[in-house]
């Protein structure tokens, strides 16, 4: 039976071949997952445990020993135990003496240790080969197949052999390794697992902030402002309207920030008259976050949408239709068709879809998936030119929404101008930035400073 089931597995090694072995130290979640996996893969696994009698979870088809024993047995060995339980090494220093260690261990937070888990293997056991790899890939993953996980494994090694023997179990696992060069890269790989989120961190906080701010503006307007001076209680509207006016603003400020950080480099360059300068840090982070706010905003647009659904439905909305309808049959009066308003309404709609659209087009063209089945040109002519086409439909219908009334005086409560005309401030700084920047007379400047031009070069 044993046979037969490791003979139904996928094998990437031609069974005719020599099993190379593998040892893992280590009999936990991820060293068993782990030794499954390469028994899976046609190697032969020999687990390395202080206690090889009392192990009855691991995979058939695998060897059990003590870890000098073990270590015997094969020249890669697998080192799936925390960094607190590393002394015991140094007993086997002999053992270990040329063979390779990678190490795959993880801390409880950045910067817990001066030096990385990997480095300090290498100082315990100077002898061996140090490689570092399979610390980003949990034991979920392997078990649930590279399918439904993330395929990438990152590897660094001062020895290159080794390092490439390595890589090739990594391959062979059905696993994408990235060669990250020396050990000196272990810190950083090490903090890979324990980062929350790192370049959704300013979308969240931003939106947030956002969100916060335009919530106490519009209640201060809507909801304090009638009942102080007409004795109003409009509380109901923070379920539905507040928030309805809440994020198609967040959504137009945030797409507008999108394409900000551009338009700051672009002058930064004009200015400078050269593209062999760094551009500040912040700039830098900002510029990389910009996929991550574009589909921050894209899920904003799509609460906009869901919320703009349900309005036919409200109660409120069906009591002042029905109040109106009463009204006019009562006083057999009947509102006059314009057509002016109708445009005007139906303009508003129409743009309002439009811009969703490709809202929503550049959202799938962001996808990994998506963003590797087209070359640079057609990326960046999707999320360039026709992204810029986006803000300007979005804006353009938040500016016919706001119609006549866009900057009415008797619009203001307490000289408060409505919502969305703050949300128009920044989509219209860029809009009127990025119009000048492609005007020729800027353009070819631009163009040639990014061809590599100075304006100060002596050559």
């Known amino acids: 039976m044993e046979k037969t089931y490791i003979d139904a597995l996928p094998l990437t090694m031609n069974s005719s071949e020599k099993q190379e072995t593998v040892c893992i130290f280590g009999t936990g979640d991820f ?3 782990l030794g499954l996996k390469m028994l899976q893969c046609g190697y032969f696994v020999v687990f390395g445990s202080r206690n090889p009698q009392m192990t009855n ?9 003590s870890y000098s ?11 799936a135990i925390h960094r607190e339980h590393y ?6 220093t002999e053992v270990l003496n040329g063979k390779i260690l990678v190490d795959i261990s993880n801390n409880l937070k950045i910067n817990q240790y001066p030096e990385s888990n990997a480095e300090y293997l290498a100082q315990l056991v100077p002898g061996a080969h140090v490689v570092k790899a399979f610390n980003t890939i949990s034991a979920w993953a392997l078990q649930s197949g590279a399918l439904d996980a993330s395929r990438q494994v990152f590897v660094c090694g001062n020895d290159s052999k080794a390092k490439q023997t390595v890589m090739d179990i990594v391959r ?7 060669d990250q060069g020396s050990l000196m890269a272990a810190k950083e790989i090490e903090k890979y697992p324990l980062q929350l989120f790192p370049m959704w961190r ?5 939106s947030a902030a956002l969100c916060i701010f335009l919530f106490f503006y519009c209640v201060v307007r809507d909801v304090i402002y009638p009942y102080v001076y007409e004795k109003k209680d409009n509380t109901f509207r923070m379920a539905i309207s507040i928030p309805n006016r809440i994020f198609p603003i967040t959504a137009l400020t945030l797409l507008a920030l999108v394409y900000l950080p551009g338009v700051i480099a672009a002058i930064l360059q004009l200015y400078r008259g050269t593209k062999y300068r760094r551009f500040p840090d912040w700039l830098d982070h900002w ?17 906009h949408v869901l919320y703009t659904l349900v309005i036919p439905i409200r109660y409120y909305v069906r009591w002042r239709l029905g109040n109106l309808t009463a009204t006019q049959a009562i006083l057999k009066k009947e509102i006059p068709f314009s057509t002016s308003t109708a445009w005007l309404y139906d303009s508003y709609v129409a743009l309002g879809i439009l811009g969703f659209f490709l809202f929503v087009l550049l959202g799938i063209t962001s996808l990994p998936s998506v963003s590797n089945a087209v070359n640079w040109r057609e990326f960046r002519f999707v999320q360039s030119k026709l992204g810029y086409l986006t803000l300007i439909l979005c804006t353009a219908h938040t500016l016919v929404y706001g119609g006549k009334k866009f900057l009415n005086p008797s619009n203001l409560k307490w000289y408060l101008p409505a919502a969305y005309v703050l949300g128009l401030i920044i989509p219209c700084i860029v809009l009127v930035i990025k119009f000048v920047l492609i005007m ?4 070819n400047t631009l163009t040639r400073i990014r061809q590599g031009w100075e304006r100060n070069s002596k050559h």
């Open 31 to 33: 060293g068993r997952s």
């Open 57 to 65: 979870l691991l995979p058939n088809g695998a060897e059990v020993l």
């Open 69 to 79: 024993e073990a270590a015997k047995k094969s020249d890669i060995i697998i080192i």
């Open 87 to 92: 002394d015991f090494l140094t007993e086997l």
């Open 172 to 178: 062979a696992l059905g696993l994408t390794p990235l």
């Open 202 to 206: 300013l979308p969240f906080y931003l």
């Open 287 to 303: 510029m990389l976050c910009r996929k991550q706010l574009g589909l921050v905003a894209l899920g904003f647009a799509f609460l």
């Open 440 to 443: 020729p007379c800027v353009d």
